[in-house]
């Protein structure tokens, strides 16, 4: 098996969001947080065949690397050979206890959604450089009944610096809050809704990936 250079790129996002991964037969892949408040699922042209677990999955990665035409060959549950296409080197990687992994357990069905939007890559790129450049630790999807913002600030800090960007309208108010931290999607353009019940889900636009993102607690609607 090869892997392809867009599924390399999904199991990196992954792995910003959970170091160690379950990867279950078929071809999709899931990861979710140790805090258990961000999911993130996606399609991929491979199909794998069996149940295997990787508790690093970075060093993972940085081992397939190694090889300029790597090719995978499976041995159950066990391990899995890392290969040139001309087999003069090789790697034996031996997979982790399943058991020892942070994985999801099950699917989440989105609740009613009270707020969508879409979410342009542009977008995403100022705000989460904004958040940076100014150490912003939180965002606040904000509608005033007229239009809906996007807002890093800090929220425990009443003279907070902050940076706003307007993405929609809407004719309710809500103030619905994230840690910037764990905006840790693919940088691209999101369909967005965001459920009173805490929850929101990020839906790529141009990839089979989606995210769920919890929001903190002291959100209101």
């Known amino acids: 098996m090869n892997l392809s ?21 078929g071809n999709k ?16 042209s491979e199909k794998f065949e069996s149940e295997f677990a990787i508790y690093d999955l970075p060093e993972f990665l940085r081992s ?37 992994i942070v994985s999801p357990t099950k699917n989440i ?16 790129a100022k705000l989460l450089k904004a958040a940076t450049t100014l150490n912003l630790p939180d965002v606040a999807v904000k509608g005033d009944g007229k239009s809906i913002k996007i807002v890093a600030t800090d929220k425990k800090n009443k003279s907070s610096n902050d940076y706003s960007i307007e993405v929609g309208e809407t004719d309710k108010k809500f103030t619905a809050y994230f840690k910037t931290e764990n905006f840790k ?3 691209d353009d999101y369909d967005v809704a965001i459920s009173k019940q805490k929850i929101s889900h990020f839906v790529n636009r141009n ?12 959100s209101e609607f």
């Open 29 to 44: 892949v899931q990861t979710i947080s140790t805090m258990k408040n961000i999911l993130a699922e996606a399609e991929i």
């Open 64 to 100: 397939v690397e190694l090889f300029e035409k790597p090719e995978l060959k499976f041995n159950g549950g066990s391990n899995v050979q890392i290969a040139d296409s001309n087999s003069k080197q090789a790697i034996k990687y031996f997979f982790a206890d399943k058991s020892v």
């Open 109 to 124: 069905t989105m609740p009613d959604k009270e707020v969508t939007f879409t979410f342009k890559k542009e977008t995403f």
């Open 5 to 25: 250079s867009d599924t390399v790129s999904v199991l990196k996002n992954f792995s910003d969001i959970n170091q160690n991964i379950l990867v279950k037969p």
């Open 207 to 218: 990839k089979p990936i989606q995210y769920w993102i919890a929001l903190e607690p002291d």
């Open 185 to 187: 999607m693919v940088s």
